[in-house]
Structures are given as C-alpha cells and as structure tokens.
Nanobody
Framework: QVQLVESGGGLVQPGGSLRLSCAAS????????MGWYRQAPGRARELVAT???????NYADSVRGRFTISRDNAENTVLLQMHSLKPEDTAVYYC???????????WGQGTQVTISS
C-alpha cells in the first residue's frame, strides 16, 4: 500500500501562483511515476503533469509553460508549481503514484484549487 497526502491548495486570483505538494509513504517502488491530475465539476479527471524517478516529465498542453512538476526521490515527494493561473484551472487536484513495472496506482484525497477574482 502507498499513502499519498496532498497540501497547498486554496483560492488565488487569476494570474497568481500556487504550489501543491504530495508526500508518499508506504511500499514505495524504486522505479515509479508520480503526478498530478485534476477534476473540475461535471468533467472527467484529466492529466496535469507526471514525472518519473529519472525526472522525465510530461505535461498537458493546457498547462505546459505555466506549471512545473518536480520531485525529491529521497523524500518521496512531488511538487507542482503553478504560475499564471486561470479560472479554467479551477478543479480538485489529485496526486497519483504508479509503480512502473506493476502499474498499480494510488490516489491522494485531493486538494481544491480555485482561481477567482
């Protein structure tokens, strides 16, 4: 089992910045992919960004250039730095962990991000 605890959500004005953090604990595989997904009301959950243990990153087109994902393998944490936030970034953001070989995945409880003036 892997437990994921997210923090850092909140309310910010358009154009502002936020940083989300996710800490993983439990049976962590040495090769894994961690990332962030989001779900807005009435919409399906969608990928935001992922990062492998070798720091290979992948971003959704809608956030590329505005968001940066990073990780600390020693601490089993993943960060999502978000800049130039837009109202359409409003969603519940979920941390995800996936073991690279088995594909077994776990989700955090989610953190609300609201972009509004």
């Amino acid at each position: 089992q892997v437990q994921l605890v997210e923090s850092g959500g909140g309310l910010v004005q358009p154009g502002g910045s936020l940083r989300l953090s996710c800490a993983a604990s439990g049976s962590i595989n040495s090769v894994n992919i961690m990332g962030w997904y989001r779900q807005a009301p009435g919409r399906a959950r969608e990928l935001v960004a992922t990062i492998t243990t070798s720091d290979t990153t992948n971003y959704a087109d809608s956030v590329r250039g505005r968001f940066t994902i990073s990780r600390d393998n020693a601490e089993n944490t993943v960060l999502l730095q978000m800049h130039s936030l837009k109202p359409e970034d409003t969603a519940v953001y979920y941390c995800n962990y996936r073991a690279y070989i088995s594909g077994r995945a776990y989700w955090g409880q989610g953190t609300q991000v609201t972009i509004s003036s």
